[in-house]
């Protein structure tokens, strides 16, 4: 792809009008790896980017018995070793291997999936809660300012009082008794 040597090109994202690389994605980056450029000597291979690039051109002729040292290390490569060997071993073996693998897939998706709806249940949930919340604090502060004018300022125990009522239904029963009552006592008993 690139007339050099290097079989590695690493590109980050800047603009083309200032140059400048936005920190939003100071984390991206293109990789180019052209895997015949890539020479193997495992003495070599140190880097995570190296493991990987090796693994992926002598992939093939790697097993868990012949795994250079320099992949050993690494329980993911390890794992990809492995699972190669077994893809690649007896075609029954393979099939209920993929069989298995297809299971846990989809496992993690219908976990994942419920894991959605639930927190999508739970924040409706939430909101209606919230909703019923913001219900019963507006009547209760509409009960409050309009007590006020009619019966003055009520003390710390009876906003408690107040404050104790969970339902808009049990404030709305006060609110004909207010034009009755002299005081917020008589109101609340």
Not at 42 to 71: C, H, M, R, Y
Not at 112 to 118: D, G, I, L, N, T
Not at 128 to 135: C, D, L, P, Q, R
Request: some cysteine; proline content about 4%.
């Amino acid at each position: 792809m690139f007339d050099d040597e290097c079989a590695v090109h690493r590109f980050v994202y800047t603009d083309t009008e200032t140059g400048v690389a936005p920190e939003e994605l100071g984390h991206t980056r293109l990789i180019f790896v052209e895997l015949p450029k890539f020479d193997v000597d495992w003495s070599q291979v140190n880097t995570d980017l190296d493991k990987w690039i090796a693994f992926f051109k002598e992939g093939e002729t790697l097993t868990s018995a012949n795994l250079p040292a320099a992949l050993q290390g690494d329980p993911a490569l390890v794992k990809a070793v492995t699972t190669l060997e077994r893809m690649g071993a007896d075609p029954a073996l393979r099939v209920i291997w993929e069989k298995q693998e297809a299971k846990r897939l989809a496992d993690i998706k219908e976990i994942e999936f419920a894991a959605r709806k639930a927190r999508s249940e739970g924040i409706a949930e939430g909101k209606a809660e919230g909703i019923a919340e913001g219900a019963v604090r507006e009547a209760r502060n509409m009960l409050l300012l309009f007590g006020k004018g009619r019966l003055g300022q009520p003390s710390e125990g009876v906003v408690r009082r107040l404050e104790a009522i969970d339902t808009v239904a049990a404030l709305e029963t006060l609110v004909p008794k207010i034009l009755a009552v002299e005081s917020w006592d008589e109101l609340l008993a």
